[in-house]
Nanobody, 122 residues
C-alpha cells in the first residue's frame, strides 16, 4: 500500500521556523522522487522542493531557495522540509508527493499525502 503521511505543520510568527515530515513506504523512498508542494487559498498548487534519491539532486523554487531545506532520513523512510525565515506568504497547505520525475510539476506526481497546514502571521 502506498502511504505518504505529513506532519509538523502549525502556526508560527514571521521569521520563525517549522520542520515538516513526510513518512513514506519504504519502496517509495527508494524508487521515487519525493516532492513538497503547497496550495494557498484561491491559488494553484505549486512546487516547493523535491529530492531525487537516485542521484541525490535537490531542487527548490525561487521563492524558498535559501530558506527551506529538503532532506532524507533513510532509516526512518522520512523526508523532511526544514523551513526557516518563514514569511506570511508561505501560508498554505503543504503536501508531500511521490513521482517518477524530479520536477516541480504536480501533474508528474502519482501519490499524495493528506496535507498539513502552515500558517505564518506577522
Amino acid at each position: 500500500e502506498v502511504q505518504l503521511v505529513e506532519s509538523g505543520g502549525g502556526s508560527v510568527q514571521a521569521g520563525g521556523s517549522l520542520r515538516l515530515s513526510c513518512a513514506a513506504s519504504t519502496f517509495i523512498v527508494d524508487e521515487y522522487t519525493i516532492g513538497w508542494f503547497r496550495q494557498a487559498p484561491g491559488k494553484e498548487r505549486e512546487g516547493v522542493s523535491c529530492f531525487s534519491k537516485s542521484d541525490g539532486s535537490r531542487y527548490y523554487s525561487d521563492s524558498v531557495k535559501g530558506r527551506f531545506t529538503i532532506s532524507l532520513d533513510n532509516a526512518k523512510n522520512t523526508v523532511y522540509l526544514q523551513m526557516n525565515s518563514l514569511k506570511p506568504e508561505d501560508t498554505a497547505v503543504y503536501y508531500c508527493a511521490a513521482g517518477t520525475k524530479a520536477t516541480m510539476t504536480p501533474a508528474h506526481y502519482d501519490y499524495w499525502g493528506q496535507g498539513t497546514q502552515v500558517t505564518v502571521s506577522l
